[in-house]
């Protein structure tokens, strides 16, 4: 059998559009709450109490929602598939722009059926402390069965409209849109995204016992011709 070196990723039915907000704008992404305190960024800082100068974790560009009022979030969320198992990873941090008592917040939240199934981050001023700027976190999420999930993406002001604090959000650039439905990742931004090797010679890209951390890889092929068909990016050695 070949060993074989993949620099591309089918994501199968793992599709989330616009995941690090490359485009420049939300496309993919439902917004709810204020539309004019949803921006994408190349940098943020607090202009009045920021120390910490925040960039991308992924490509050029993240996710900035700033706090509007109590009991009004301002939030972008998008519907998705997921098989069973399949992980889902991006980054968050929460810049506090405001102090306690105001309890002010930013999480990432994971629906299926209206119904709230992992909140794998959540960061408020008592994690980061009065005006803290809070560091950025890696976050996953494993589908515990197959079906549809919406991402949330949110930030909420505690017990005024003032001092707004600023959820921060990145994915990584290789997830991305499949454009015309043949289940590939489309897109020149995927190449020399990743790199991975068949260690044990099976001619199977993203193995359990070759690549651990790759999430969504599910191609396996025999030869060059169908690797041509899996990937659109991929070279025997």
Known sequence: ASDWVCGDMDLGSVLIENFSFETGDTGGWTIAGDA???AVVTSHNDPVYGTTVYGPQDGSQFLRLTAGCPGAPTEVRQVFSMAKDQVVSGYAAFDAGDYLPYNDSAVVVLNQDGLMVDMPFYADLYTV???GDGPWVEWAFTAPVTGEY???YSVVNDGDC?????GLFDGPEYVCTDIDGDGLCD???MAGKLDVTDTEGEDTCGGDSDTPSVYFWTCAVGDGTA????VSDMTEK
Do not use: M, Q
């Open 36 to 38: 004019g305190k949803v």
């Open 227 to 230: 690797a041509d068909l899996c």
């Open 187 to 189: 897109g020149p931004e």
């Open 150 to 152: 919406t991402i949330v």
């Open 129 to 131: 402390g009065s005006y």
């Open 162 to 166: 003032e001092w707004a604090s600023y």
